[in-house]
């Protein structure tokens, strides 16, 4: 039986961030090379995509390329980019018929002009489906996001439209890029690492973390059910106590 049956739709996190790690191992040990894992992949953000789509998930960020992944052989970043430009560009009359909404979060002036000029198309093409909304991280880190939301409060406070004592969390979270989008309640790395590598340091404040060894390549949308009921067996305390929780319900 899926586990998608198991799946209480009521308390279907609403946003999802995936660190798709282990395209490089998966593809060495089918004796391919590391592109190859980065190809197949694809198959996965799909699966992935549709899968919670299909459960009603509202937003799912996946980090596709991070601000440290620009340090590979230039050949694998070559390669990512022209891979990015192909899945778009394939991808966008797909994203229009399941009502998929494209975004994306990161340094992307830092992006090939055919690679944001294809990401730019594709988020116009589809910025007015109202299904889940798929937030690429794409030439993106926490710290780089961090630097760049401080120097802009510094501006506005040296232009005199910001007192230091108006500063809210409210006021940091305005100058992120993820400004519109809501934090996200469950966080999912592949590949048996345990670590967030720069990812959405602000916003995974409170998120849940699911870690599995399956490689991203292997991963499918029956892996995110699986996560998915992980979560919701969790109790989320945010600082209160379990009684605390019990007798608010
Ligand atoms: C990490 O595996 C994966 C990446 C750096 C790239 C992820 C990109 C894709 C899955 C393609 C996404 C495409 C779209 C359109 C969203 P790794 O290379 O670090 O693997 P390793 O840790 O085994 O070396």
């Known amino acids: 039986m899926s586990h998608k049956n198991s799946i209480d739709l009521q308390k279907v996190p609403q946003h999802i961030a995936i660190i798709m790690d282990g395209n490089g191992r998966w593809a060495k040990q089918q004796g391919e090379n590391r592109i190859y894992g980065h190809y197949e992949g694809v198959n996965s953000v799909r699966d992935v995509v549709e899968g919670a789509g299909e459960i009603g ?3 799912l960020t996946l980090y596709a390329f991070s601000t440290e992944n620009w340090n590979r052989p230039k050949e694998e970043v070559d390669a990512l980019m022209e891979l990015l430009v192909s899945t778009i560009s394939a991808e966008t009359p797909q994203l229009n018929k399941k009502n998929v909404r494209l975004q994306a979060i990161g340094n992307l002036d830092s992006l090939p002009s055919t690679c944001l000029e294809e990401l730019n198309e594709s988020i116009n093409l589809t910025s007015k489906n109202t299904g889940i909304t798929v937030v690429l991280a794409l030439s993106y880190s926490s710290k780089w996001e961090l630097v760049n939301a401080m120097k802009k409060i510094a501006g506005e406070l040296s232009a005199g439209n910001l007192e230091p004592a108006d500063i809210t969390e409210q006021t940091i979270e305005k100058y992120l890029c993820t400004k519109d989008i809501p934090d996200p309640e469950l966080m999912i790395r592949t590949s048996g690492e345990h670590r967030i590598s720069n990812f959405l340091l602000w916003q995974l404040a409170y998120a849940e973390f699911y870690f599995t060894d399956k490689l991203w390549p292997a991963f499918r949308k029956e892996d995110l059910f ?9 109790e989320r305390r945010f600082g209160k106590t379990s009684e605390q929780l019990t007798q608010a319900k």
Not at 226 to 234: D, G, P, S, T, V
């Open 226 to 234: 699986e996560a998915i009921l992980n979560f919701q067996n969790r």
């Open 57 to 59: 998930v509202k937003y």
